[in-house]
């Protein structure tokens, strides 16, 4: 996997607003994605996931749109709460050549 | 079924001195990656191990270093530790021949050098 480090971009929203989060990913051929949670101090979790021959998925809470004509994903998470802040970041999967890239992330803050 | 696993949670060390952090992939798992991320960054790829050998290797100076055991776990060894060292250095495991790359991150080691 390969990344960039940038300095995170961040989101601040209000609790029980929903909030969307964006990821623009490189690779035309990526064909899987995931979504990851980061709460502070912590190893990333797996949140959601897409492939790449679906444009929505929904799971608790949370939505994963894909748009491959753009090369977008977002997530949306419905009824935001004060346990959702962390930083979100997707990855983008190659699985033909096993190849992953991971966005640098948004930072979501939610004011209760 | 226990997750990925990483030691020690912090460590503390000085300028020119060597740390060597360890990684337990989930069982089952052949592949482990190594990332760090500095405070307020994202994740930087620094080594890929998959079935004993190293596949990959991100933009990091010799002295980032790492080996896969035969159990599947692995070491990283940072030798001549610089004070932007200083980062989460997270461990990630995956079924190296899966359909899908899918990696479970650890808690990370956080290593400081002073």
């Known amino acids: 996997g390969e990344s960039v480090g940038l300095h995170l971009p961040t989101l601040s929203v209000q609790e029980g607003d929903n909030s969307i989060i964006n990821c623009a990913y490189s690779?035309?051929?990526?064909?899987?994605f995931i979504w990851y949670k980061q709460e502070s101090g912590k190893g990333p979790q797996f949140i959601i996931d897409?492939?790449?021959?679906?444009d929505k998925r929904q799971g608790q809470r949370v939505t994963v749109l894909l748009n491959k004509t753009v090369k977008h994903l977002s997530l949306q998470i419905a009824a935001t709460q004060p346990g959702d802040s962390a930083v979100y970041f997707c990855?983008?999967?190659?699985?033909?050549?096993?190849?992953?890239?991971f966005g640098a992330g948004t930072r979501l803050f939610v004011k209760a | 079924e226990a997750g990925v696993t990483q030691s020690p949670t912090h460590l503390i060390k000085t300028r020119g001195q060597q740390a060597t952090l360890r990684c337990s992939p989930i069982?089952?798992?052949?592949?482990v990656y190594w990332y760090q991320q500095a405070l307020g960054l994202g994740l930087q790829f620094l080594l890929w191990?998959?079935?004993?050998?190293?596949?990959n290797r991100g933009n990091f100076p010799p002295r980032f270093s790492g080996r896969q055991f035969p159990n599947y776990s692995s070491e990283l060894n940072v030798n001549a530790l610089e004070l932007e060292d200083s980062a989460l250095y997270l461990c990630?495991?995956?079924?190296?021949?899966?359909?899908?790359?899918?990696?479970?991150f650890g808690p990370g080691t956080r290593l400081t050098v002073l």
């Open positions: 191990y998959d079935e004993g050998e190293e596949r």
């Open positions: 897409i492939r790449s021959n679906m």
């Open positions: 990855a983008e999967i190659y699985t033909g050549g096993f190849k992953t890239i």
């Open positions: 069982s089952g798992h052949t592949s």
């Open positions: 690779n035309s051929a990526s064909d899987y």
């Open positions: 990630a495991s995956s079924l190296g021949s899966g359909r899908y790359n899918e990696q479970f």
